[in-house]
């Protein structure tokens, strides 16, 4: 099983990322899929969830109307588009396969810094 998250990097306050978590080893397309983060110094945070199907997504309060979840079912492949970032969104973001109500598989995370 693998999850390979990848976009993150440095960018100014306001600006937009598009993080991408390839995956393989599993049936991606039966899963239900999280994205987890982890500011620095701070534990795990959930910040939103997809439906294996793409349909009923899900975030936490902060992220809200700034940020977006989105599957490739064919290309096996999970996104999170971020806008209008803020300082208090860097952190460390993991793509996490949702598994009987909890979070079985992990990839490395992808380190996202938002810093003018």
């Known amino acids: 099983v693998q999850l390979v998250e990848s976009g993150g990097g440095l960018v100014q306050p306001g600006g937009s990322l598009r993080l991408s978590c390839a995956a393989s080893?599993?049936?991606?397309?039966?899963?239900?899929m999280s994205w987890v983060r982890q500011a620095p110094g701070k534990g795990p945070e959930w910040i939103s969830f997809?439906?294996?199907?793409?349909?009923?997504?899900n975030y936490v309060d902060s992220v809200k109307g700034r940020f977006t979840i989105s599957r490739d079912n064919a290309k096996n492949t999970l996104y999170l588009q971020m806008n209008s970032l803020k300082p208090e969104d860097t952190a460390l973001y993991y793509c996490?396969?949702?598994?009987?109500?909890?979070?079985?598989?992990w990839g490395k995370g992808t380190l996202v810094t938002v810093s003018s």
């Open positions: 080893g599993f049936t991606f397309s039966s899963s239900d």
């Open positions: 996490t396969r949702e598994w009987y109500g909890g979070l079985d598989y």
């Open positions: 997809i439906d294996r199907g793409g349909g009923p997504t």
